[in-house]
Structure formats: structure tokens, C-alpha cells
């Protein structure tokens, strides 16, 4: 894997990023040549209309797609080339997840759900990872739900064990994909604010894809995305 030689508070970035979807006739130009960079304890916005790419590069950044043009550095390790291997530990290792639907897994309690990440990732022993997934329930302020099944937790509380998930292995970048789109007004802000003063105590960069103007304005810094590309 090749490393390049930037600024150590850069956790994430990308180069020229191209992006084609579908076949002959039908193949479409998703993302046009697209650069970006996310900072440590900053939290980003892309905004932008339905089918302008936001989520595609997002995709591309979470090291769940691979761009057809372009370079992407995870903490200066260029990811481009890697193998599947690789991608995959980056993303165990670097990379935590919020999507529109929290994708708990129902049959398991909060506590499982949370400590799942740090299983596959293997570094803690099974004590270290309750320990851990406790401390982040309690600052979601889910403490006291800890063995409550995915069945019986609200909306709003799934989205929040979903985010105390995508802290478990302390990532460094947290990547959302409307992560409050589903949610009230209320659950909306709370969740909002959950992820951002945690990744930022932590020194995280957060990068969002949101429809929300609220949130959006609330974020360090907002990239609207049009056809492609930032504007």
C-alpha cells in the first residue's frame, strides 16, 4: 500500500474522483471529477438534489464501492489499488458507519448490537468490549436499555445505538448517510448532536450526506454537490 505525505489532521481524502453507473446506452457519469478532504474534530455536510452523487461518493469514500477514476486516502494510506483484504480492514480499522436506517440486528440486544464492530475487529477481549459498549450506550443515553432487544427500542433509540455502533473501534472518520432522515425534529437534534460532540471529543472527522438545512447549518462546513461535482 502506498503512503503519501500529508498533513497528519487530515483523516480522509480524494482526488478527482470519477464515478460511471450502468452499461452501453444506460452507463451514466455519477461523479465528474471530484476532490475532497476531511479534518480531525471537523464535521462536514454535502448537500446537494436527489441523484447529484452525494450518496455514490460517500459509497466511494466508505471503501464500499470503487471509484473508475481518482485516488482516495484513508490517513495517508492510499486506498486506490488495494485489495479487498485491505479495504476491508481499513474500514474495521478507520471507518464507522450511520445510515438512514440503523440496520440494527433486531434478535440481539443494544449491548450486542454495539459491541458486534469490536468483535470483528478482534483487539479487546470480551469483557474489555462489554466495558466499552456500556460506556457508549451510557453517552448516547442508553445506559439502562442496554439489554433491550432492537424490537423494543423506539426510532429514535435505534439511531442512537446505531451511532454508539459506528464508535465502537474508535474510528476515525464517521461517515453518515442521512442519518437523522427517518427521525422527529427532536430525535433529529439529539442525534445530531450525539455524533458530533463525540467525534469531536475524539478528534473524529464526521462527513454527512443530509436533505436538512438545520443540520446542514449546524455543520463546520457545508459542500453543495450538483451534477457531479461540488459547486
Not at 2 to 15: G, K, P
Not at 108 to 114: D, K, T
Not at 204 to 212: D, I, P, W, Y
Request: hydrophobic share 40%.
Amino acid at each position: 500500500m502506498t503512503v503519501m505525505s500529508t498533513q497528519s489532521d487530515i483523516a480522509l481524502n480524494c482526488s478527482n474522483i470519477h464515478r460511471y453507473l450502468g452499461e452501453g446506452e444506460g452507463r451514466v457519469h455519477v461523479l465528474k471529477g471530484v476532490s475532497f478532504e476531511a479534518r480531525r474534530g471537523q464535521v462536514y455536510a454535502i448537500v446537494g438534489p436527489s441523484g447529484c452523487g452525494k450518496s455514490t461518493l460517500l459509497y466511494l469514500l466508505g471503501l464500499l464501492d470503487r471509484q473508475d477514476e481518482g485516488d482516495i486516502w484513508i490517513n495517508e494510506n492510499r486506498m486506490s489499488q488495494s485489495s479487498d483484504a485491505e479495504r476491508t480492514a481499513a474500514r474495521g480499522t478507520h471507518i464507522g458507519f450511520v445510515f438512514q436506517f440503523h440496520f440494527l440486528m433486531q434478535e440481539f440486544s443494544a449491548l450486542e448490537n454495539v459491541m458486534m464492530p469490536m468483535r470483528k475487529l478482534g483487539r479487546l477481549t470480551p469483557l474489555q468490549m462489554e466495558a466499552r459498549a456500556r460506556e457508549l450506550l451510557g453517552e448516547v443515553g442508553l445506559a439502562e436499555k442496554a439489554h433491550r432487544l432492537g424490537t423494543q427500542l423506539s426510532g429514535g433509540e435505534q439511531q442512537r445505538v446505531a451511532v454508539a455502533r459506528a464508535l465502537a473501534n474508535q474510528p476515525s472518520i464517521i461517515l453518515a448517510d442521512e442519518p437523522t432522515g427517518n427521525l422527529d425534529v427532536k430525535n433529529s437534534t439529539m442525534v445530531f448532536d450525539l455524533l458530533t460532540r463525540l467525534a469531536k471529543d475524539n478528534g473524529q472527522a464526521v462527513v454527512l450526506v443530509t436533505h436538512n438545512p438545520e443540520i446542514a447549518n449546524r455543520c463546520d462546513m457545508v459542500r453543495p454537490m450538483r451534477d457531479g461535482l461540488f459547486v
